[in-house]
């Protein structure tokens, strides 16, 4: 190697190194990668990183995914690394969906040179701002120099990045590294030399995690106390205390989204139930509130959705990140203050006599009236695998659950639980994308048995998830609903024209017992209720299990809108 290129391989060791370390400093506990040479800088300073976890998974929209279920499971930041090309194309839906939910990823995409771009170099595209508008931040960072001055822009860029990405409105940002060849010294890589006046200590000295400081309400709040029926509509990221306290505070109904905690609380004013509660005319036309409080984003019933548009009633919305969560772009006053903030501050509401009562009483008789269904029903039907989870599943366990009917279907018939159940999934872009590999990432975090509820189309869209098998730690049982297509569509008005069947439906006849042997994992198929109970409820410790739940698309429809159709005053 000659004085030039040993010259360029120690610059780019160091700024591997000065990435890895400062990461590391920030909080940054994983990196999740796919092969590559031009990220080899990055990678191999991670790997020689003691306090970071490097996990190798092949394919690049698998490793972003799998990454948003470790940031969901963690809290923390979690670094994402890839080669140049059309491999960071690859991590634009992971990018998408943590943009949209607010998940801190810190893409970090390796490039070619100026030299080599618009040349046909070969895995050379146009990455910058790649992402546009779903990344909080971009920056491309200049080609490696082996200088204190060169190491330092670096080291604040990173920070900078990861303040970004973990503050009052958290998602991913894109650092882009263009590196020359070599990337390193093979002696060297474990413990690559760094500038005569460097000094680790020093250098990371002022590096720390961000403090969060607590946002001071300027709203006057007594104009609250003009209101004496209260509705609270609690999204995911409301914790199930502060929705309970700012519920009592108001003597409200908290009508839970399908991942908020409230539904794993005991609050005496939860609401599960209102997607049937607002399907029945006498009792829609029974509970108009006053003024309604949501908390977050709004839960995915369309059902509700309607019934706040034609309220027109005085909204308050409240969003840490003070982003704009109101789809409805109701008459509204936009509060951007953390939840405890807010909780902390309400007044205590007098409340009318019987208001929150109308509501529980309400649902404590559709609640019977449901379960006695759900009694009936014998044949597989994938709403009755929802009704079931949330009666069996552990205590203290995770269930990522898949969007399209899965999601849907929790919203309208998981029954509320008392333990420590936590509830997960994509829900900024709802898209089906990565759903597997966000499941792994959570299981692989947590240290908890976890669980997926996923449609076959969702299962099968990210299959790749499972090439993740041999570097994935944690129990993963992944419950694939196979109607043998696109249920969801089945609702819709386009499901009584001919094309249907070819165009929406997308049905499929993949053997998913045949993928999951290619694969090496345990797949079972029950065929009644009992045999399904028990494989649930047999703990796996280690390792991915698939328990495939074959249904009829046809008559789970007709299922699913009779127990809808269910009312308190029908």
Same mark, same amino acid.
């Given at each position: 190697?000659?004085?030039?290129?040993?010259?360029?391989?120690?610059?780019?060791?160091?700024?591997?190194?000065?990435?890895?370390?400062?990461?590391?400093?920030?909080?940054?506990?994983?990196?999740?990668?796919?092969?590559?040479?031009?990220?080899?800088?990055?990678?191999?300073?991670?790997?020689?990183?003691?306090?970071?976890?490097?996990?190798?998974?092949?394919?690049?929209?698998?490793?972003?995914?799998?990454?948003?279920?470790?940031?969901?499971?963690?809290?923390?930041?979690?670094?994402?690394?890839?080669?140049?090309?059309?491999?960071?194309?690859? *991590?634009?839906? #992971?990018?998408?969906?943590?943009?949209?939910?607010?998940?801190?990823?810190?893409?970090?995409?390796?490039?070619?040179?100026?030299?080599?771009?618009?040349?046909? #170099?070969?895995?050379?595209?146009?990455?910058?701002?790649?992402?546009?508008?779903?990344?909080?931040?971009?920056?491309?960072?200049?080609?490696?120099?082996?200088?204190?001055?060169?190491?330092?822009?670096?080291?604040?860029?990173?920070?900078?990045?990861?303040?970004?990405?973990?503050?009052?409105?958290?998602?991913?940002?894109?650092?882009?590294?263009?590196?020359?060849?070599?990337?390193?010294?093979?002696?060297?890589?474990?413990?690559?030399?760094?500038?005569?006046?460097?000094?680790?200590?020093?250098?990371?000295?002022?590096?720390?995690?961000?403090?969060?400081?607590?946002?001071? *309400?300027?709203?006057?709040?007594?104009?609250?106390?003009?209101?004496?029926?209260?509705?609270?509509?609690?999204?995911?990221?409301?914790?199930?205390?502060?929705?309970?306290?700012?519920?009592?505070?108001?003597?409200?109904?908290?009508?839970?989204?399908?991942?908020?905690?409230?539904?794993?609380?005991?609050?005496?004013?939860?609401?599960?139930?209102?997607?049937?509660?607002?399907?029945?005319?006498?009792?829609?036309?029974?509970?108009?509130?006053?003024?309604?409080?949501?908390?977050?984003?709004?839960?995915?019933?369309?059902?509700?959705?309607?019934?706040?548009?034609?309220?027109?009633?005085?909204?308050?919305?409240?969003?840490?990140?003070?982003?704009?969560?109101?789809?409805?772009?109701?008459?509204?006053?936009?509060?951007?203050?953390?939840?405890?903030?807010?909780?902390?501050?309400?007044?205590?509401?007098?409340?009318?006599?019987?208001?929150?009562?109308?509501?529980?009483?309400?649902?404590?008789?559709?609640?019977?009236?449901?379960?006695?269904?759900?009694?009936?029903?014998?044949? *597989?039907?994938?709403?009755?695998?929802?009704?079931?989870?949330?009666?069996? *599943?552990?205590?203290?366990?995770?269930?990522?659950?898949?969007?399209?009917?899965?999601?849907?279907?929790?919203?309208?018939?998981?029954?509320?639980?008392?333990?420590?159940?936590?509830?997960?999934?994509?829900?900024?872009?709802?898209?089906?994308?990565?759903?597997?590999?966000?499941?792994?990432?959570?299981?692989?975090?947590?240290?908890?048995?976890?669980?997926?509820?996923?449609?076959?189309?969702?299962?099968?869209?990210?299959?790749?998830?499972?090439?993740?098998?041999?570097?994935?730690?944690?129990?993963?049982?992944?419950?694939?609903?196979?109607?043998?297509?696109?249920?969801?569509?089945?609702?819709?008005?386009?499901?009584?024209?001919?094309?249907?069947?070819?165009?929406?439906?997308?049905?499929?006849?993949?053997?998913?017992?045949?993928?999951?042997?290619?694969?090496?994992?345990?797949?079972?198929?029950?065929?009644?209720?009992?045999?399904?109970?028990?494989?649930?409820?047999?703990?796996?410790?280690?390792?991915?299990?698939?328990?495939?739940?074959?249904?009829?698309?046809?008559?789970?429809?007709?299922?699913?809108?009779?127990?809808?159709?269910?009312?308190?005053?029908?």
């Amino acid at each position: 190697m000659n004085e030039s290129s040993l010259t360029n391989a120690r610059a780019t060791q160091a700024w591997g190194t000065t990435l890895a370390r400062t990461l590391s400093a920030l909080g940054v506990r994983h990196v999740v990668f796919s092969p590559g040479s031009r990220s080899t800088p990055l990678i191999l300073a991670c790997e020689a990183c003691k306090d970071l976890e490097t996990l190798p998974i092949l394919d690049e929209r698998s490793a972003g995914f799998y990454a948003i279920g470790l940031a969901q499971m963690s809290k923390k930041p979690v670094a994402v690394v890839c080669t140049s090309g059309t491999a960071p194309a690859n *991590l634009l839906p #992971a990018a998408v969906e943590a943009n949209m939910s607010g998940i801190p990823l810190l893409l970090l995409t390796a490039d070619r040179p100026p030299e080599l771009r618009d040349c046909q #170099a070969g895995q050379s595209i146009d990455q910058t701002k790649l992402f546009g508008t779903q990344v909080r931040w971009f920056h491309e960072l200049s080609l490696p120099r082996f200088h204190l001055d060169a190491l330092s822009y670096l080291r604040q860029t990173i920070v900078q990045a990861v303040g970004t990405a973990t503050g009052s409105n958290p998602g991913p940002v894109h650092l882009n590294f263009p590196f020359r060849e070599p990337f390193f010294v093979e002696e060297e890589w474990t413990n690559p030399p760094m500038p005569a006046e460097f000094a680790w200590d020093h250098f990371l000295e002022q590096v720390s995690p961000q403090v969060a400081t607590r946002t001071q *309400l300027m709203e006057d709040f007594s104009m609250f106390e003009n209101f004496r029926r209260w509705l609270v509509v609690a999204g995911e990221g409301c914790s199930a205390k502060n929705a309970e306290v700012i519920s009592e505070k108001l003597g409200a109904p908290v009508l839970a989204d399908a991942f908020s905690s409230v539904r794993e609380s005991v609050s005496s004013h939860r609401i599960l139930r209102f997607e049937n509660l607002l399907r029945d005319d006498i009792f829609r036309s029974e509970v108009t509130p006053d003024a309604v409080l949501s908390l977050g984003s709004l839960p995915t019933s369309k059902t509700l959705r309607s019934w706040l548009s034609e309220l027109d009633s005085p909204t308050w919305v409240a969003e840490p990140s003070g982003c704009n969560v109101d789809g409805l772009h109701r008459r509204s006053v936009h509060l951007a203050c953390d939840f405890e903030a807010l909780a902390d501050s309400l007044p205590k509401i007098e409340a009318d006599y019987g208001w929150l009562e109308s509501w529980t009483k309400a649902e404590a008789r559709l609640e019977t009236k449901l379960s006695e269904a759900f009694a009936q029903i014998t044949n *597989l039907f994938e709403g009755k695998v929802t009704h079931l989870l949330s009666e069996i *599943l552990p205590d203290d366990c995770n269930l990522v659950v898949a969007n399209s009917m899965p999601v849907r279907d929790v919203e309208w018939f998981w029954q509320g639980g008392k333990g420590k159940r936590r509830l997960w999934g994509n829900r900024g872009a709802n898209g089906i994308d990565g759903t597997l590999s966000t499941a792994l990432g959570v299981a692989h975090a947590s240290g908890s048995q976890t669980f997926l509820l996923t449609g076959d189309l969702a299962f099968l869209h990210d299959a790749n998830g499972l090439l993740a098998k041999n570097v994935f730690q944690g129990s993963l049982t992944v419950v694939v609903v196979n109607n043998h297509g696109g249920g969801i569509f089945e609702n819709l008005p386009i499901a009584n024209l001919p094309p249907f069947e070819k165009c929406f439906a997308t049905p499929q006849e993949v053997n998913i017992s045949k993928l999951c042997e290619a694969h090496g994992i345990t797949h079972a198929k029950p065929d009644d209720w009992a045999t399904f109970e028990d494989f649930i409820r047999e703990p796996l410790e280690q390792g991915i299990r698939v328990i495939e739940v074959v249904t009829d698309r046809k008559s789970d429809v007709e299922t699913r809108q009779n127990l809808l159709s269910l009312g308190p005053s029908t």
